[in-house]
């Protein structure tokens, strides 16, 4: 399971909040990243969509070799099908 949680730190003011966005597979801590001086009327939408760029950006080559090899391993033992690949 995907977890994506944003956590306000409580230093931010009335119009911005500063950040602690966390992603997990399962319980594996997959990347961490801060959201500085975001302006809270632009909403949850863009606070997740500028989590989600700054975690990618943070992402490297390693990273995507875990996760390739994780959900390959998954598949290989059955948990999950290929793409249009039916039982």
């Known amino acids: 399971m995907l977890i994506l949680t944003i956590q306000n730190d409580g230093t931010g003011d009335l119009e911005t909040g500063n950040y602690i966005c966390k992603a997990y597979i399962n319980k594996t801590l997959l990347g961490v990243c801060n959201l500085e001086k975001f302006k809270r009327n632009r909403g949850y939408i863009s606070?997740?969509?500028?989590?989600?760029?700054?975690?990618?950006e943070?992402?490297?080559?390693?990273?995507?070799?875990?996760?390739?090899t994780y959900f390959r391993n998954k598949i290989e033992v059955g948990e999950f099908e290929k793409v249009g690949e039916t039982k």
């Not at 943070?58 to 390739?68: C, G, M, P, S, V």
């Open 47 to 56: 606070c997740l969509q500028e989590a989600a760029m700054k975690l990618r």
């Open 58 to 68: 943070k992402e490297d080559a390693e990273l995507r070799k875990w996760i390739q």
